[in-house]
């Protein structure tokens, strides 16, 4: 089945440590997005990528890194120069026309204690 | 910056009463797409609109597009408790590099 996956579901990390969010699409997307959410909050844009190899910074960059070096897969290094990561991340993806809807992962609940 | 803003935050209401959220942008949208997030899920595509002045129905949801294209509602005839969840109205914004941007969201809560 075609789909966007993102792992793990949960995830714990000590303060000061890096972690790296996996976001797998096998739809053939081009354009692909990384979204913080927190309690009682819409999505914020961190990243987005419409290009392999090609990626701008969304609303709330700082403290946060990606890469695409493949078509598939565009992941979200959490660094420890974010300063309040704790939070939901959902990764989308979406063909590069104009007018096509994104499809969310399932999302990714980001502890750090 | 470009925003796009959502009203009210959110909203309780007694199963079988009608509900509205309305979306504005501060610009002009290419599109504006509506999503629904169950408590726990992940947004999910509900309907996109393009045109101006647009409205497009699905069952008891009506969604309108404004003539200015800054603007969006969702109004949901009767509610359920299967329509609790977050609805989310999404613009795109062209710009060098084609940006979705998401409003905050509206979560509704049915009563029984």
């Known amino acids: 089945d075609g789909g966007i996956t993102q792992s793990p579901k949960y995830l714990f990390r000590k303060e000061g440590q890096n972690v790296t969010l996996s976001c797998e699409q096998n739809l053939n997307h081009d354009a692909m997005y990384w979204y913080r959410q927190d309690p009682g909050q819409g999505l914020r844009l961190i990243y987005y990528?419409?290009?392999?190899?090609?990626?701008q910074k969304g609303d709330i960059a700082e403290g946060y890194s990606v890469s695409r070096e493949k078509k598939e897969s565009f992941p979200l290094t959490v660094t420890s120069a974010q300063k309040n990561p704790t939070a939901f991340y959902l990764c989308?993806?979406?063909?590069?026309?104009?007018?096509?809807?994104?499809?969310f992962g399932q999302g990714t609940r980001l502890t750090v204690v | 910056g470009q925003q796009v803003m959502q009203i009210p935050q959110y909203q309780h209401v007694q199963e079988g009463e009608d509900f509205t959220t309305y979306c504005n942008s501060s610009t002009t949208l290419s599109n504006i797409q509506w999503y629904k997030q169950r408590p726990g899920g992940h947004p999910v595509f509900l309907i996109q609109?393009?045109?101006?002045?647009e409205v497009k129905k699905q069952k008891r949801l009506t969604f309108q597009f404004g003539e200015a294209k800054k603007n969006s509602s969702l109004h949901i005839t009767a509610t359920q408790t299967t329509d609790v969840g977050t609805y989310f109205c999404a613009g795109l914004m062209k710009t060098s590099y084609d940006k979705v941007i998401f409003g905050p969201g509206t979560s509704l809560s049915v009563i029984p």
């Open positions: 990528s419409q290009i392999v190899n090609d990626f």
């Open positions: 989308a993806s979406k063909e590069a026309e104009d007018y096509t809807e994104a499809f």
């Open positions: 609109l393009v045109k101006s002045g």
